[in-house]
T-cell receptor, first 110, second 114 residues
Framework: QKEVEQDPGPLSVPEGAIVSLNCTYS??????FMWYRQYSRKGPELLMY????GNKEDGRFTAQVDKSSKYISLFIRDSQPSDSATYLC??????????FGTGTRLQVFP | ETGVTQSPTHLIKTRGQQVTLRCSSQ?????VSWYQQALGQGPQFIFQ???????GRGNFPPRFSGLQFPNYSSELNVNALELDDSALYLC?????????????FGPGTRLTVL
């Protein structure tokens, strides 16, 4: 079993939709997670990080961790075509290295 | 402040050859990590360098090796290339070993092995 798993998509939504991107993780000891966004032909860029349970909001983006179900979610409100990218969840390993999920490709069409 | 840069952008090699990829870290960053991203997959950690010393390694064979220089730039060397080495190679720099939330990625080098 992979440590962090994502549905690869693609997920296709109309502009303005609320998008829900999800990851599951295997080890309940994990407490710190990140979401990266990767545009085509670019490196990943950090969107948000979150600790343990609860929500973290940043503009149109909300990250949520549910420890009981080992579920990580990223919600995008009022999605825009510019949000079309691959979204990667990740967790740190030994404080420095990152373990990534496979990524979910999102397409927002006008 | 300049970001992380990588060279070359693209590279085509044949099986058995050797390749060197280069990374310049963001100004002030002393830690460089290398990742391999196969098509349709997330990045896989190869190794990390902190102040010119290897600071951890992922599940990659010894033919993957690296260097970090006094100016904190870095090289990734791959010997005896195999077809499965075809991937996007990403370099990420951070302020110091331990600051997981400040890894800044470069655009990557796309390696094709024929």
């Amino acid at each position: 079993q992979k440590e962090v798993e994502q549905d690869p998509g693609p997920l296709s939504v109309p502009e303005g939709a609320i998008v829900s991107l999800n990851c599951t993780y295997s080890n309940s000891a994990f407490q710190y997670f990140m979401w990266y966004r990767q545009y085509s032909r670019k490196g990943p860029e950090l969107l948000m990080y979150t600790y343990s349970s609860g929500n973290k909001e940043d503009g149109r983006f909300t990250a949520q961790v549910d420890k009981s179900s080992k579920y990580i979610s990223l919600f995008i409100r009022d999605s825009q075509p510019s949000d079309s990218a691959t979204y990667l969840c990740a967790r740190p390993y030994n404080t420095d290295k990152l373990i990534f999920g496979t990524g979910t490709r999102l397409q927002v069409f006008p | 402040e300049t970001g992380v840069t990588q060279s070359p952008t693209h590279l085509i090699k044949t099986r058995g050859q050797q390749v060197t990829l280069r990374c310049s870290s963001q100004s002030g960053h002393n830690t460089v990590s290398w990742y391999q991203q196969a098509l349709g997959q997330g990045p896989q950690f190869i190794f990390q360098y902190y102040r010119e010393e290897e600071n951890g390694r992922g599940n990659f064979p010894p033919r993957f090796s690296g260097l970090q220089f006094p100016n904190y730039s870095s090289e990734l060397n791959v010997n005896a290339l195999e077809l499965d080495d075809s991937a996007l190679y990403l370099c990420a720099s951070s302020l110091a070993s331990g600051n997981t939330d400040t890894q800044y990625f470069g655009p990557g080098t796309r390696l094709t092995v024929l």
